[in-house]
């Protein structure tokens, strides 16, 4: 996982390496180490190109999903991406679901249809795994509004995981 400033906007990355234990572990840290050299080569992350440093570098490798978003700071516009059975949901005026493209990172990928953003103060963004039940709605969480994005991380992954799974979350609140 990786959230961090990028330009002008804010990247964050979800990534789920197939299987388990330490194995996985070691594939995701890759994943984002490598994700994280090619960051400060570009001055606006195009979705495309961000698969594609992801897909190159986990050829050989078990393979991942991953969930790929860059949103602007001053526009709340931006994309989302991904690969794999990982989601992002919007919860704001509206709460919006996107499923991605069969595929595995480093073994076989579809072309990808970015989606457009656009989001507004208050909004909250949620990446997540498979290891997430993606049904949840805001009245199973009525504070998911008002928590901050640590805490709505840990919630989501505390009362939505699976349990017989990994799981993990990434979250960006959109202020202004």
């Known amino acids: 996982m990786l959230v961090q400033p990028q330009g002008d906007g804010v990247f964050a990355v979800l990534l789920d390496a197939l299987g388990h234990g330490p194995d996985a572990h070691k594939l995701g840290v890759q994943l984002v180490a490598d994700l994280s050299k090619w960051l400060p080569e570009v001055t606006l992350p195009a979705p495309e190109?961000?698969?594609a440093v992801?897909?190159?570098?986990?050829r050989g490798?078990?393979?991942?999903?991953?969930?790929?978003?860059?949103?602007?700071n001053q526009t709340l516009q931006g994309w989302?991406?991904?690969?794999?059975?990982?989601?992002?949901?919007?919860?704001?005026?509206?709460?919006?679901?996107?499923e991605f493209g069969e595929g595995v990172l480093g073994q076989r990928v579809r072309t990808p249809r970015p989606v457009p953003l656009s989001l507004r103060?208050?909004?909250?963004?949620?990446?997540?795994?498979?290891?997430?039940?993606?049904?949840?709605?805001?009245?199973d969480y009525p504070?998911?509004?008002?928590?901050?994005?640590?805490?709505?991380?840990?919630?989501?992954?505390?009362?939505?995981?699976?349990g017989m799974d990994d799981a993990s979350c990434a979250v960006v609140r959109c202020k202004w």
């Open 49 to 51: 190109g961000a698969l």
């Open 80 to 98: 989302a991406v991904g690969v794999g059975n990982v989601r992002c949901r919007l919860f704001g005026a509206a709460t919006r679901t996107f």
């Open 121 to 139: 103060p208050s909004d909250v963004m949620i990446l997540f795994s498979d290891g997430v039940a993606g049904r949840f709605r805001l009245d």
């Open 143 to 162: 504070s998911l509004g008002l928590d901050p994005a640590p805490t709505i991380a840990f919630n989501v992954v505390t009362r939505f995981g699976k």
């Open 61 to 72: 490798t078990r393979g991942a999903a991953a969930t790929v978003a860059w949103i602007d």
């Open 54 to 58: 992801l897909h190159e570098s986990a």
